[in-house]
Nanobody, 126 residues
Framework: QVQLEESGGGLVQAGDSLRLSCAAP????????MGWFRQAPGKEREFVAA????????YYSDSVQGRFSISRDNAKNTGYLQMNSLKPEDTAVYYC???????????????????WGQGTQVTVSS
C-alpha cells in the first residue's frame, strides 16, 4: 500500500502560478511511475501529466502542455506539478497517483493507477 499526500492547492487569479506537491512518506517513491489528474464538478477525472519512475519520460495533456511542468525528487519521495499561467478552466480538485503503468497510453488512464492521494483544490478566478 502506498499512501500519497497532495498539498499546495489554493485560490489564485488567472495568470498566477501554483506548485503542487505529492509526498509518499515512508515509501520508495522511485519504484513507481507518477501521474497527476484533475476533476472538476460534474466532470470525469482527466489526465494532466505523468512521469516515469526515473523521471526520464513525461507526458502532458494538450490543455496544459507548455504551461504545466511535472517533476519528481525521488530522494525526498516527492513529486511536483508546477502550474503557470493558470486559467479559470484549470479549476478542479487535483490528484496525484502512482503505480507501474508501462508507457504513455496507460499513463493517461486513471484506471492504470492503484494508488491515489486525497486531492487538493485549485481554484482560479478570472
Amino acid at each position: 500500500q502506498v499512501q500519497l499526500e497532495e498539498s499546495g492547492g489554493g485560490l489564485v487569479q488567472a495568470g498566477d502560478s501554483l506548485r503542487l506537491s505529492c509526498a509518499a512518506p515512508g515509501r520508495t517513491f522511485s519504484n513507481y511511475d507518477m501521474g497527476w489528474f484533475r476533476q472538476a464538478p460534474g466532470k470525469e477525472r482527466e489526465f494532466v501529466a505523468a512521469m516515469s519512475w526515473s523521471g526520464g519520460t513525461t507526458y502532458y495533456s494538450d490543455s496544459v502542455q507548455g504551461r504545466f511542468s511535472i517533476s519528481r525528487d525521488n530522494a525526498k519521495n516527492t513529486g511536483y506539478l508546477q502550474m503557470n499561467s493558470l486559467k479559470p478552466e484549470d479549476t478542479a480538485v487535483y490528484y496525484c497517483a502512482a503505480d507501474r503503468v508501462y508507457g504513455g497510453t496507460y499513463a493517461r488512464l486513471p484506471r492504470s493507477y492503484a494508488y491515489w492521494g486525497q486531492g487538493t483544490q485549485v481554484t482560479v478566478s478570472s
